[in-house]
């Protein structure tokens, strides 16, 4: 294997670098005041157990973050392998995010997708500045675990298929 330098911190190689890592997918939305707001996070991680905390980082340009965050509850929902179609429809930059993508919602709005891996009931915990995007932390009220179901993973942009070794 060679392994290329490189010298210059431009948005490609960046972009290269980061995607050389694979990352599950999850879907973060809330239903606020009757529409369901959601968008589609590579960034998810667990962060801590006590408090039981996660995160998602978020362009700070991002329109549908600056309504989510406003939210009481939160729902993070990790999508499972077959939903890749999902994933690209909560991405969409503009049009209905949610047409054909079955959710429900908790009683205090957190909305969670249909068939996915988990889903985490949330409240935002805190917001952290990272350079163009924010770490928001998320608090955990509650979660529910289907742990037979493959996740849906993303590495160097495109949707991949975990292999048992």
């Known amino acids: 294997m060679q392994v290329t330098t490189q010298h210059i911190l431009d948005h490609a190689g960046l972009r290269a670098l980061y995607g050389s890592f694979p990352t599950g997918v999850a879907a973060v939305g809330a239903h606020i005041q009757g529409t369901p707001i959601g968008m ?21 340009t991002s329109r549908t973050w600056q309504v989510l965050r406003t939210a009481p509850r939160i729902g993070i929902t990790i999508l499972a392998r077959n939903q890749a179609a999902t994933c690209r429809q909560l991405s969409l930059r503009e049009g209905d995010r949610f047409a054909e993508v079955p959710w429900s919602r908790t009683a205090q709005g957190a909305l969670h997708i249909a068939g996915g891996i988990s889903t985490l ?29 493959e ?7 495109s949707f991949k298929q975990l292999a048992a070794s």
């Open 40 to 60: 589609a996070a590579s960034s998810f991680t667990s962060v801590s157990f006590d408090p039981p905390l996660v995160s998602v980082a978020v362009q700070n």
């Open 121 to 149: 009931d949330c409240s935002l915990h805190a917001e952290v500045g990272a350079g163009d995007h924010a770490i928001a932390l998320f608090a955990v009220h509650d979660f529910a675990l289907a742990p037979t179901t």
């Open 151 to 157: 996740p849906l993973v993303f590495h160097e942009s």
